[in-house]
């Protein structure tokens, strides 16, 4: 993101009469203490060295994370002004979401060892999704991708759509070579890997595909000797047996521009809608109101995204 110069030269003001708990207001609304404390401290690791940074340092990071915390509050204000604001709905699922990747009961240990309140942590997931609804909502008709650029694009990367080859084959595991023979025979007359797990209890089976110079050593050899429908014999590997089932053999090849225009229409889009967005910023700071706490306006910090938090 651009560097947000968070200080009176960007339109704000320092305020030592601000609300007790506020450390900024944008255009009359509040930055609360407690969100600028957790916000830094979800940046804390990537700053802090070993023996803990300086007074200097921590005002320095304070005003960095306050620089992106006023660019979200601009943000929060424009999806707002457009009927766009996040929902509680949108909120709570993406919430739910989080969640569902603790074991029950662990999500609430988890904030309460960062010393994180349920609602300032809600807080801080609302703008996040705010920052990625802003960029659809009202960046993306801003942005626009052309052929020509996809093709211009494509000629001067033209190595990275390079594709290696690769194997695709079904490798049947197991713990006793009579039994990875014997599944190894049923994948041979067509079984799906599936199938093998549910007819031969503790063999394993899956489908892999595989750049050829990374496949194990081990197995070289036996897929070497292959045809597309052939199946080896069961070797030895890391104490358990297992045998394959060639599929087939792809070799090297170049992506055509067709096939690698998905990828390449996402990078231009990435990079079209931050620089959009430094645009933005910069043309909405300026006009804004923002006053900051007096013992944060002296930072004066050029906040290269602040450690991310603000960053689209």
């Excluded at 910023?281 to 450690?307: C, D, F, I, W, Y």
Aim: proline share 4%; net charge negative.
């Amino acid at each position: 993101m651009l560097a947000v110069t968070l200080l009176l030269s960007a339109g704000g003001c320092a305020d030592d009469a601000l609300p007790p708990g506020v450390v900024a207001t944008v255009n009359g609304h509040p930055v609360n203490m407690k969100l600028l404390q957790a916000t830094h401290d979800a940046y804390a690791q990537s700053w802090t060295g070993a023996e803990g940074p300086s007074v200097e340092a921590l005002r320095s990071q304070y005003g960095a994370v306050l620089a992106d915390l006023v660019v979200q509050e601009l943000v929060l204000q424009k999806l707002a002004a457009v009927g766009a604001s996040v929902t509680d709905a949108e909120l709570g699922a993406a919430e739910a979401e989080v969640r569902g990747d603790y074991p029950e009961g662990m999500f609430e240990a988890a904030l309460v060892e960062d010393y994180l309140d349920l609602e300032v942590w809600r807080e801080m997931l609302r703008r996040r999704l705010a920052l990625t609804k802003f960029a659809q909502v009202v960046l993306r008709s801003e942005v626009a991708i052309s052929l020509e650029e996809v093709e211009s694009w494509y000629r001067g990367h033209q190595g990275e759509f390079r594709l290696a080859a690769r194997v695709r084959f079904i490798m049947v595991e197991g713990d006793t070579r009579e039994g990875v023979e014997a599944a190894a025979g049923a994948v041979a007359s067509g079984a799906a890997p599936e199938e093998v797990e549910k007819a031969f209890p503790g063999m394993s089976g899956n489908e892999l595909l595989i750049r050829r110079d990374r496949i194990p050593a081990a197995w070289q050899k036996a897929l070497a000797a292959l045809k597309p429908g052939g199946v080896s014999p069961p070797i030895a590997f890391e104490g358990r047996w297992v045998a394959f089932r060639l599929i087939e053999s792809l070799p090297a090849q170049d992506m055509s521009v067709v096939d690698a225009y998905p990828v390449i229409e996402r990078r231009l889009l990435e990079e079209k809608l931050d620089a959009a967005f430094d645009v933005w910023v910069e043309r909405n700071l300026a006009g804004a109101k923002v006053r900051v706490s007096q013992h944060l306006a002296g930072t004066k910090e050029a906040v290269p995204g602040g450690g991310g938090a603000a960053q689209r």
